[in-house]
């Protein structure tokens, strides 16, 4: 279940994230709003999942995650540039997740 929550807290972080973006610079009120909220769900949702999970191993996960999918989202969504450094970034960040997994940081 604290892996359930764990991802539940990136999904919510990057959508906050995304908001923060559509807030343009808090301009916007429905995004500024939902920004505050989805970020006060994320915090609670990765609070339940470190009750079970080293705090050493969520956090690198919930970052290296997240940073993946928002830079994502920016590609494809806000249309930012992709670069051969950007996707060999976001690669290695990725290699970081696995090389945790496979060294028995994450269980």
Do not use: H, N
């Amino acid at each position: 279940m604290s892996w359930l929550y764990l991802f539940l807290a990136i999904i919510l972080e990057v959508s906050g994230t995304t908001c923060l973006k559509l807030s343009q610079g808090f301009t916007k009120l429905l995004p500024s709003v939902l920004l505050f909220i989805l970020y006060g769900f994320s915090f609670t949702s990765f609070s339940f999942a470190l009750k079970k999970l080293d705090v050493s191993v969520a956090y690198a996960v919930w970052s290296g995650l997240g940073t993946t999918l928002i830079a994502t989202v920016g590609i494809l969504w806000f249309r930012e540039p992709l670069s051969a450094v950007k996707i060999i970034s976001i690669g290695l960040i990725i290699i970081g997740v696995i090389g945790l997994r496979l060294s028995g940081g994450i269980q």
